[in-house]
Each structure stands twice: as structure tokens, then as C-alpha cells.
């Protein structure tokens, strides 16, 4: 199995910030590579990096409160492209 490259984790994040895709859905497909990384071929380590963060943008500090805003998760796209 190959890791998601920096351009794909891009194109479901922006899906996520255009209204296309959820915070649940983008998290669950980052986290199914996560969990399956004895089976994953890391040739990009900052695109796993990238991947790892974005599994997380879907946390709750609070009810209805999100740990990483929409200008967070736009700063995370930006940090990688």
C-alpha cells in the first residue's frame, strides 16, 4: 500500500474546506493509512507528517468547538504545499 502523496491529502482537505467533504470523513480516510502504516510504503516523510496532522482536524475541545479552525487546517494546506 502507498501513502497518500502531499497532492492528494491537498485535494481532501480543499474538499473539506469548499463544504464537499466533513471533518469525520477526511479524518477517517487519513486515519485508515495511520492505522495500517506496517503495511505503508513512506517514501514522503513530510507527507506523512501532513497526514498524521490532518487526521486530528475533527477533535472537540468543547460541544460544537473544534481544536483546529478552518484558518488552522488552511494554514496546515499551506504548510505543505
Known amino acids: 500500500m502507498k501513502q497518500p ?3 492528494e491529502i491537498t485535494q481532501n482537505v480543499k474538499m473539506f474546506l469548499d463544504g464537499k467533504m466533513n471533518r469525520e470523513d477526511i479524518c477517517s480516510w487519513a ?3 495511520i492505522r495500517n502504516d506496517e ?3 513512506i517514501d514522503d516523510v ?3 507528517h501532513y497526514l498524521v496532522e490532518i487526521s486530528n482536524i475533527d477533535e472537540m475541545i468543547a460541544p460544537g468547538e473544534y481544536l483546529f479552525a478552518k484558518e488552522d487546517i488552511e494554514d496546515m494546506v499551506k504548510k505543505y504545499s
Open 39 to 41: 503495511r505503508i510504503i
Open 31 to 33: 486515519i485508515n493509512f
Open 5 to 7: 502523496t502531499k497532492e
Open 46 to 48: 513530510e507527507a506523512w
